[in-house]
Nanobody, 117 residues
Framework: QVQLVESGGGLVQPGGSLRISCAAS??????????MGWYRQAPGKQRELVAT???????NYEDSVKGRFTISRDNAKNTVYLQMASLKPEDTAVYYC?????????WGQGTQVTVSS
């Protein structure tokens, strides 16, 4: 089993920065060999990919966050981060952590990020 616990969400003003974290644990985590990702879901919209980081540290970003968001991982802590800068109101969403290893996939419970003045 894999447990994913997100933290760090909150309210931030437009143009501000925020870092959210996701700590993975459990017997099936195999963290350093897994692909970790962040997805988000805004009210009334489908969940969408934000960014992923592979086991070899390759990264992938959704176009609207390129140059503003940075995904990173710390294999020693089984933790993935999403550093968000130049935040916009349209970044407001619940952000979900995703873990993929072989044919398994797990999701965290989500953390709310609200960008508003």
């Amino acid at each position: 089993q894999v447990q994913l616990v997100e933290s760090g969400g909150g309210l931030v003003q437009p143009g501000g920065s925020l870092r959210i974290s996701c700590a993975a644990s459990g017997s099936g985590v195999f963290f350093r060999f897994s692909t970790m990702g962040w997805y988000r879901q805004a009210p009334g919209k489908q969940r969408e990919l934000v960014a992923t980081v592979g086991s070899g540290d390759s990264t992938n970003y959704e176009d609207s966050v390129k140059g503003r968001f940075t995904i990173s991982r710390d294999n020693a802590k089984n933790t993935v981060y999403l550093q968000m800068a130049s935040l916009k109101p349209e970044d407001t969403a619940v952000y979900y952590c995703n873990h993929r290893f072989l044919r398994t996939e797990h999701w965290g419970q989500g953390t709310q990020v609200t960008v508003s003045s």
